[in-house]
């Protein structure tokens, strides 16, 4: 039930994130041109959720955010997973030393306070490796790297754990001592059981980069204006909390049925385990 109601509403998300040029074309504004003429206008038939302090059509950057935040989310969390995975993996069948100073990078990417690390990768200049700042793919591109980063670390340790169980199991050392190759007791016996603990891990991996973006955006150090994140679009809003509070409540509820979603279907994956 749990999974289901978690991907139900990442699909109610994503159709909407889908659905966000023709709700432009319907409605016929364009969301990253200031109107100030219709600077913090009340929910209407025209615009379904008002407009923000530059005039701009708050449903229509919701939807253009959805698209930005949603994809920081699913390119970070799979990214995350592909280096975690390898790296458990490694460890587990190499062991020895290979193992240990695998996990000791991995302890010391724990150890280390992840906003603050996070905030100065951010505000460090890209642009001299072809990553300018304010274009919105660059930006994205940007914000997934420093992610994966440090979200490895938690599918790493997963994957090892659950590699290291495989690897116990009775067929898996009959197929290692009948001269299978390392390839196919990986893939044929391995990795079947750590698919389970890295689909959870994956999943939660979604939510904490949906948050981490959104945080980095309210900072000013995410996805930078006029392009709409639902991060941009709560540190616009924060100076409008009592004058327009819908500016702030629309893109904190979507964040929260983003998280919400994601830890639903981690939780519905892990029962199903």
């Known amino acids: 039930m749990r999974l289901r109601a978690g991907l139900l509403l990442l699909a109610l998300l994503a159709l909407a994130a889908a659905a966000a040029p023709l709700a432009e074309a319907w409605l016929?504004?364009?969301?990253?041109?200031?109107?100030?003429?219709?600077?913090?206008?009340?929910?209407?038939?025209?615009?379904?959720?008002?407009?923000?302090?530059?005039?701009?059509d708050l449903l229509l950057r919701l939807l253009h955010g959805a698209r930005v935040s949603l994809a920081v989310g699913v390119a970070t969390a799979l990214a995350a997973a592909a280096i975690g995975t390898a790296v458990g993996l490694l460890a587990a069948w190499r062991g020895g030393v290979a193992d240990a100073v695998l996990m000791r990078l991995a302890d010391g990417m724990l150890?280390?306070?992840?906003?603050?690390?996070?905030?100065?990768?951010?505000?460090?200049?890209?642009?001299?490796?072809?990553?300018?700042?304010?274009?919105?793919l660059s930006d994205i591109l940007r914000i997934v790297a420093i992610l994966a980063v440090f979200g490895w670390v938690g599918v790493a340790r997963l994957a090892r754990a659950a590699a290291l169980s495989a690897l116990a199991r009775d067929h898996v050392r009959a197929a290692r001592a009948?001269?299978?190759?390392?390839?196919?007791?990986?893939?044929?016996?391995?990795?079947?059981?750590?698919?389970?603990?890295?689909?959870?891990?994956?999943?939660?991996?979604?939510?904490?980069?949906?948050?981490?973006?959104?945080?980095?955006?309210?900072?000013?150090?995410?996805?930078?204006?006029?392009?709409a994140s639902w991060g941009n679009m709560l540190s616009n809003a924060q100076d409008l909390v009592f004058s327009a509070p819908w500016a702030a409540v629309w893109p904190g509820l979507a964040i929260l049925v983003a998280v919400a979603a994601c830890t639903l279907v981690a939780d519905g994956l892990r029962a199903r385990r």
Do not use: C, Q
């Open 28 to 56: 016929g504004h364009d969301p990253f041109a200031p109107d100030l003429f219709r600077r913090l206008a009340p929910v209407s038939a025209e615009h379904p959720l008002g407009t923000d302090e530059l005039g701009r």
């Open 178 to 227: 009948l001269g299978a190759s390392e390839a196919r007791v990986l893939l044929r016996h391995v990795a079947p059981d750590i698919a389970g603990p890295v689909a959870v891990a994956t999943a939660l991996a979604v939510a904490g980069a949906i948050l981490a973006e959104s945080t980095l955006s309210f900072l000013g150090l995410g996805i930078a204006p006029p392009a």
């Open 111 to 136: 150890a280390l306070p992840a906003l603050p690390v996070l905030v100065v990768l951010a505000a460090a200049d890209t642009g001299r490796i072809g990553l300018p700042r304010g274009e919105p």
